[in-house]
């Protein structure tokens, strides 16, 4: 368990130190270039995701002591004969019930049975929100964005890229924050979470 902790540390560290070239990345950027800021920071993450496993590896952590979890057989069943909908609905309860990572384990075999379903958008944006709910602010951002990647005009896709934008903020990134929030806005003036970014923008104008 120490050694877990020291690994968990040793992540928070690394990240630190790739968000300042990230924000000095975004500096650079424009509302246009919104797939390469997603495709920039997934890059990032992977090398982050990478050199931690490096460091497990050294340490000798095994995935049995980060965490215990179904097997692909318990959850297969559990969502045997199910839709993406009912599959969906079953998540969210765990969300709401602070069990993210049962939730995660559903809509992940999801993914990996239907690579390419259609409801595969809306897949990661559950997954997201339930890395949001942990304030894993890092995880979420990733599964936004992966949820705009695969449906950018998905039903959740608006508001996806909100969270996304509350992400960043987390994370101190305010030009990824403002990238995010204008390609939002200009993509969907008309909805709900479309307006929310433009109003953002302009209290961000303000300050």
């Known amino acids: 368990m120490r050694r877990f902790f020291l690994c968990s540390f040793i992540l928070i560290g690394l990240f ?7 924000v000095n990345a975004g ?3 424009s509302g246009s270039d919104f797939e390469e800021l997603i495709r920039s920071h997934n890059g990032k993450i ?8 490096m460091i497990e590896q050294n340490l000798g952590i095994s995935y049995s002591e980060k965490v215990a979890s179904k097997t692909p057989e318990q959850i297969a069943a559990e969502v ?3 839709s993406p909908e009912e599959i969906i609905e079953m998540a969210n309860d765990l969300i709401k019930l602070d069990k993210g990572q ?9 993914v990996e049975n239907h690579p390419k379903s259609i409801h595969c958008g809306k897949i990661y944006f559950y997954i997201g929100k339930s890395y949001f709910e942990e304030k894993d602010y890092q995880n979420a951002a990733k599964a936004y964005m992966k ?3 695969v449906n950018s005009k998905g039903a959740k896709t608006p508001k996806a890229l909100f969270r996304l934008s509350d992400c960043f903020l987390k994370l101190g990134k305010q030009s990824q924050r403002k990238i995010t929030l204008e390609k939002l806005a200009s ?3 008309q909805l709900k979470y479309g ?5 953002r923008l302009k209290e961000l104008k303000k300050s």
């Open 147 to 149: 949820s705009f990647e």
């Open 80 to 82: 045997k004969g199910k």
């Open 102 to 110: 049962d939730a995660r384990d559903i809509l992940n075999t999801f």
């Open 16 to 22: 630190s130190v790739e968000a300042k070239d990230l």
């Open 46 to 53: 992977e090398e982050l995701e990478h050199r931690v496993k």
């Open 27 to 29: 500096l650079n950027s």
């Open 195 to 199: 307006r929310k970014a433009a109003k």
């Open 187 to 189: 993509t969907f003036p």
